[in-house]
C-alpha cells in the first residue's frame, strides 16, 4: 500500500518561507506523478503544483514565481519549497501521487494526511 506523509508545516509571518516534504517508497518515487494540493477552511481543495515522470513541473497561477516543487533523490522525497508567502496561502497542504499521470490533474488518487500551514499577517 502506497503511503505518503507529510511533513514541515507551521507557522510563519507574511513574506516568510516554508519548506513540505513528502516521503513515499522508491516506486512511487519513481513512476508515478507527483503533486501538492491544498484547502483552506470552507473552501474547495485546489492543486498547487505538480512534477511528472520526466521532471517536467506545472504550477497554479498562485503559486507561480514563489513556490517550487522538486525531488529529492537522495530521500525519495517530494519537496514544495514555499517563498514570499501570504496569508492567503494558510491552508492543510496535501501531497498527492497519481500511477498514471493524467495532465488534467483528476488523476491523482492516492493522497498524505497533510500538513498545516499558516501565515500570518
Known amino acids: 500500500q502506497v503511503q505518503l506523509v507529510e511533513s514541515g508545516g507551521g507557522s510563519v509571518q507574511a513574506g516568510g518561507s516554508l519548506r513540505l516534504s513528502c516521503l513515499t517508497d522508491?516506486?512511487?518515487?519513481?513512476?508515478?506523478?507527483m503533486g501538492w494540493f491544498r484547502q483552506a477552511p470552507g473552501k474547495e481543495r485546489e492543486a498547487v503544483a505538480r512534477?511528472?515522470?520526466?521532471?517536467?513541473?506545472t504550477y497554479a497561477e498562485s503559486a507561480k514565481g514563489r513556490f517550487t516543487i522538486s525531488k529529492d533523490n537522495a530521500k525519495n522525497a517530494l519537496v514544495l519549497q514555499m517563498n514570499s508567502l501570504k496569508p492567503e496561502d494558510t491552508a492543510m497542504y496535501y501531497c498527492?501521487?497519481?500511477?498514471?499521470?493524467?495532465?488534467?490533474?483528476?488523476?491523482?488518487?492516492?493522497w498524505g494526511q497533510g500538513t498545516q500551514v499558516t501565515v500570518s499577517s
Open positions: 498527492a501521487a497519481d500511477p498514471s499521470c493524467d495532465s488534467n490533474w483528476s488523476g491523482f488518487e492516492i
Open positions: 522508491g516506486y512511487t518515487y519513481a513512476f508515478f506523478c
Open positions: 512534477i511528472d515522470r520526466d521532471e517536467s513541473t
